[in-house]
């Protein structure tokens, strides 16, 4: 069966700091892989999605990066850290074909920039 | 612009009570509707999921209703316990694309005993 792993569960940086949330997927090959950032008591704000290694497509304009260097594997960065980037970080997969296109949510990481 | 319209934003339920989200859209190329559910500091799971060409699912105590000429589609949790308290997605997916998976605002639900 296939797993999704996220961390650091939690993460409390200062300003200006930079970020790394590391995400694998486990079970399958070729998945698509997502970003999602949830404020407190928000929605659900898409952050960047890939369909292949190095291929990232990001949604808003904003002061994080996104990469994936293995098939299963997605990385979320920040150079430099601002008070808005805090929030909840959910990684999440998909299968590669289009129909019935679940998306699978990791367990989410807490980022709280002091 | 959003997609998929959830209402209400928060509702709260007698224990043993009916549970009623709704969600609307507007794009017909839609052609899977499922439902998450995130409990406090959790990411999103699965928990229900309906395709178009049905008008009911229902799995447990958790019923989908899709009207399709109405382009609405609804929650339903029958005899709603303090352990559903959490918030609730629903989400409308394109045929083709990676990044097809649209979701609604939340539905944040306390169930009260």
């Known amino acids: 069966s296939q797993t999704i792993h996220q961390w650091p569960a939690t993460l409390v940086q200062p300003v200006g700091s930079p970020l790394s949330l590391e995400c694998t997927v486990e079970?399958?090959?070729?998945?698509?892989l997502y970003w999602y950032r949830q404020a407190a008591g928000r929605g659900l704000q898409l952050l960047f999605y890939?369909?292949?290694?190095?291929?990232i497509s990001s949604e808003v304009p904003q002061n994080l990066s996104a990469s994936r260097p293995q098939d299963r594997q997605f990385i979320l960065s920040s150079k430099k850290l601002l008070l808005s980037d805090s929030g909840f970080y959910l990684c999440?997969?998909?299968?590669?074909?289009?129909?019935?296109?679940?998306?699978?949510f990791g367990e989410g990481s807490w980022l709280t920039v002091v | 612009q959003q997609q998929v319209k959830q209402s209400p934003q928060s509702l709260i339920v007698q224990k043993g009570g009916i549970s009623i989200i709704n969600c609307a859209y507007e794009?017909?190329?839609?052609?899977?509707f499922p439902w998450y559910q995130q409990f406090p500091g959790k990411g999103p799971a699965l928990l229900i999921a309906?395709?178009?060409?049905?008008s009911e699912k229902k799995e447990g105590r958790f019923t989908i209703s899709f009207n399709k000429s109405a382009k609405q589609f609804s929650l339903h949790i029958m005899d709603s316990q303090p352990g559903d308290s959490a918030t609730y997605f629903c989400?409308?997916?394109?045929?083709?694309?990676?990044?097809?998976?649209?979701f609604g605002t939340g539905t944040r639900l306390t169930v009260i005993p």
């Open positions: 999440a997969w998909s299968m590669g074909s289009a129909s019935g296109n679940t998306i699978y």
């Open positions: 079970g399958t090959s070729n998945p698509n």
């Open positions: 890939s369909i292949g290694i190095d291929q």
């Open positions: 794009n017909t190329a839609f052609d899977y």
């Open positions: 309906i395709r178009p060409d049905v």
């Open positions: 989400a409308a997916n394109l045929q083709t694309g990676a990044n097809n998976l649209f």
